[in-house]
């Protein structure tokens, strides 16, 4: 099977370290083209992956049409190459954002199986979370292809189109809020004596193990957090403290604003 992406920009460069990093897919089989040659051919020579001279050629040569282009070029790029789209073998996938199943239809075709998609930065590292949402035609083992690609560099979530934005709030947008947290948590042992590095380490090793832990529970967050807060001890006071200063409404307020401008564009 080989993938082709038409765009080669931080998101599609991510995708690709991510199942590069899973070895499932050999990166010759991975084949790239953007419209600046600047990026994609040293990203090519750098990993391994196969530089290809034009959009057509990608759309010609591959089993899955990757579209990781910026909105305001996503529709000449599809008329582009929908004439080299062959329902019965290719299948397109989308990362852009904003571009829906209809409108991908309307312009690539209506007997195209097409998966519209929306990552998160951390499929680079296999640790991703992907909304996803297919089209009629796409069934199947060509649905499962589809999808597995995405599988394979973390988890996928099949979701109606009206929710993408609530989606990029809380997945394609939280990554930043969560680097705010453990900065502000690493920021606070540097007050109390610790290293920028060492407190970094400590508030990012404990967020990502009580992540893993959320994924691995029955119990929903809140009954996590009775199990760690004793009575009348520091971390019920600490909690207090953080909710008196409105911890929890910050960040409701902060995911309102996020999906309110996801829906203006």
Do not use: W
């Not at 082709?4 to 790239?32: E, W």
């Not at 199943?101 to 979370?129: K, S």
């Not at 292809?145 to 947008?173: C, H, M, R, W, Y």
Request: net charge negative.
């Amino acid at each position: 099977m080989k993938v082709g992406f038409i765009g080669v920009g931080g998101m599609a460069q991510a995708i690709i370290h991510g199942l590069l990093s899973q070895t499932k897919i050999a990166p010759a089989d991975i084949l790239i083209h953007s419209a600046h040659t600047s990026t994609y051919e040293p990203f090519a020579k750098e990993n391994g992956v196969t530089a290809m001279a034009s959009n057509v050629e990608v759309a010609r040569s591959s089993d899955i049409v990757v579209l990781a282009v910026t909105p305001n070029v996503a529709t000449p790029v599809l008329q582009q190459i929908r004439d080299e789209l062959d329902p019965k073998r290719h299948t397109l996938v989308s990362i852009v954002a904003g571009l829906s199943l209809e409108r991908l239809e309307e312009i690539a075709g209506y007997d195209l199986p097409i998966l519209r998609t929306l990552p998160n930065l951390n499929v680079a590292i296999g640790a991703g979370m992907t909304a996803i949402h297919g089209n009629e035609h796409l069934t199947g083992k060509v649905k499962q292809q589809a999808v597995s690609l995405f599988d394979q560099i973390g988890s996928t979530v099949t979701l109606p189109e009206s929710d993408f934005s609530t989606f990029s709030a809380l997945a394609g947008s939280s990554p930043a809020y969560v680097y705010f947290f453990i900065d502000s948590l690493s920021r606070a042992g540097v007050k109390h004596g610790l290293t920028k590095a060492a407190a970094t380490k400590i508030a990012a090793q404990a967020v990502m193990g009580s992540a893993e832990m959320v994924l691995n529970s029955d119990d929903n967050p809140f009954a996590l957090i009775d199990q760690v807060s004793s009575p009348g001890g520091s971390t019920v006071a600490g909690l207090l403290a953080m909710e008196e200063a409105g911890f929890m409404t910050s960040v409701v307020k902060g995911i309102d604003a996020t999906i309110a401008r996801d829906k203006k564009k």
